[in-house]
């Protein structure tokens, strides 16, 4: 039996408190840029690993329409190896205060981290948001960040990037995954953070397979939980590939940009990207086509 059709995004979106600034992404999402500052990152890894490099290719993403710049230390595919905190740290704070002294007033800067130390030195060079793998599971991150303004994206991940594509199972993904937002969401408003600041991630490709990660997009409206803005990140991930039955990573850019339009409909505000114009252009065009009126009936 085919599955049953995906149903439209219809629950309220509330506002994403960063630095108290609140974002009304209800009808205009944002994109997040992404800088890795890896040598072993599945699809850059290695060319942007000085600060000014980083910078560099941080300021090409702002001037495509990147609203946030997600600057990460360590790499989080499958089977990366661990980065200790004290190496991390020597490659994303630079970057952060490179960027933090040349980027736009209204851009935003993340570190992609789950370490405390390195979530706190990033904050004290310009961050704007943690973007947490491990969901803010560790207390100490959310300490680090209950000290601050910053915007939290809390994200799902089954097991952990060395082993969290060994044997990923689930008795119904989009049902445990809402479970784990609803528990680490009171998590954190028990230490203190407000829940306004949070956006939520279901970790498309993180302990997932093509068919978790194609069930998790169908049912992004099921993934709202107290009305936090939804981040999907799929670009250039290696389900595309198997779906279209290629090793290619560059054949991955377009049905990326496909995905940001699919799961902006689905109701994501939020897209993680490697490259900005294309799918800028594709979030502000479905979002045209969301909030068009509709035509006047004929007299």
Same mark, same amino acid.
């Given at each position: 039996?085919?599955?049953?059709?995906?149903?439209?995004?219809?629950?309220? &979106?509330?506002?994403?408190?960063? *630095?108290?600034? #609140?974002?009304?992404? #209800? $009808?205009?999402?944002?994109?997040?840029?992404?800088?890795?500052?890896?040598?072993?990152? %599945? /699809?850059?890894?290695?060319? %942007?690993?000085?600060?000014?490099?980083?910078?560099?290719?941080?300021?090409? =993403?702002?001037?495509?329409?990147?609203?946030?710049?997600?600057?990460?230390? +360590? /790499?989080?595919?499958?089977?990366?190896?661990?980065?200790?905190?004290?190496?991390?740290?020597?490659?994303?704070?630079?970057?952060? !205060?490179?960027?933090?002294?040349?980027?736009?007033?209204?851009?935003?800067?993340?570190?992609?981290?789950?370490?405390?130390?390195?979530?706190?030195?990033?904050?004290?060079?310009?961050?704007?948001?943690?973007?947490?793998?491990?969901? %803010?599971?560790?207390?100490?991150?959310?300490?680090?960040?209950? &000290?601050?303004?910053?915007?939290?994206?809390?994200?799902?991940?089954? *097991?952990?990037?060395? &082993?969290?594509? +060994?044997?990923?199972? @689930?008795?119904?993904?989009?049902? +445990?995954?809402?479970?784990?937002?609803?528990?680490?969401?009171?998590?954190?408003?028990?230490?203190?953070?407000?829940?306004?600041?949070?956006?939520?991630?279901?970790?498309?490709?993180?302990?997932?397979?093509? !068919?978790?990660?194609?069930?998790?997009?169908?049912?992004?409206?099921?993934?709202?939980?107290?009305?936090?803005?939804?981040?999907?990140?799929? /670009?250039?991930?290696?389900?595309?590939?198997?779906?279209?039955?290629?090793?290619?990573?560059?054949?991955?850019?377009?049905?990326?940009?496909? =995905?940001? /339009? @699919? #799961?902006?409909?689905?109701?994501?505000?939020? $897209?993680?990207?490697?490259?900005?114009?294309?799918?800028?252009?594709?979030?502000?065009?479905?979002?045209?086509?969301? #909030?068009?009126?509709?035509?006047?009936?004929?007299?």
């Amino acid at each position: 039996m085919p599955p049953a059709p995906a149903r439209p995004n219809t629950q309220q &979106t509330g506002p994403w408190r960063i *630095g108290g600034t #609140s974002h009304d992404l #209800s $009808h205009r999402g944002m994109v997040m840029g992404i800088v890795n500052l890896t040598p072993d990152s %599945f /699809s850059d890894g290695g060319q %942007f690993i000085s600060a000014g490099a980083a910078a560099k290719r941080a300021l090409e =993403l702002e001037s495509e329409g990147a609203q946030i710049i997600d600057f990460g230390g +360590e /790499s989080t595919r499958p089977g990366a190896a661990a980065v200790a905190a004290a190496e991390e740290r020597r490659r994303v704070v630079p970057a952060v !205060e490179r960027f933090a002294a040349l980027r736009a007033p209204d851009t935003l800067i993340s570190a992609d981290t789950s370490k405390p130390d390195v979530a706190a030195a990033a904050l004290a060079a310009g961050a704007d948001i943690l973007n947490d793998v491990t969901g %803010f599971t560790n207390p100490a991150m959310r300490a680090a960040a209950a &000290t601050s303004g910053c915007g939290l994206v809390l994200m799902h991940m089954q *097991g952990d990037p060395r &082993t969290m594509q +060994e044997a990923p199972r @689930y008795r119904d993904v989009v049902a +445990e995954v809402r479970g784990f937002f609803e528990r680490q969401l009171a998590a954190c408003r028990a230490d203190g953070i407000d829940l306004e600041r949070v956006a939520l991630d279901p970790g498309i490709g993180f302990g997932k397979t093509p !068919e978790h990660n194609l069930a998790l997009l169908r049912g992004l409206p099921d993934l709202r939980v107290a009305g936090r803005p939804l981040l999907v990140g799929v /670009s250039r991930k290696s389900f595309i590939g198997k779906i279209l039955g290629t090793d290619d990573i560059a054949a991955r850019d377009w049905p990326t940009v496909a =995905l940001t /339009s @699919y #799961s902006r409909e689905r109701g994501a505000e939020i $897209h993680r990207v490697h490259d900005a114009r294309p799918n800028v252009e594709a979030l502000r065009m479905t979002e045209a086509i969301l #909030s068009a009126p509709a035509p006047a009936a004929a007299p």
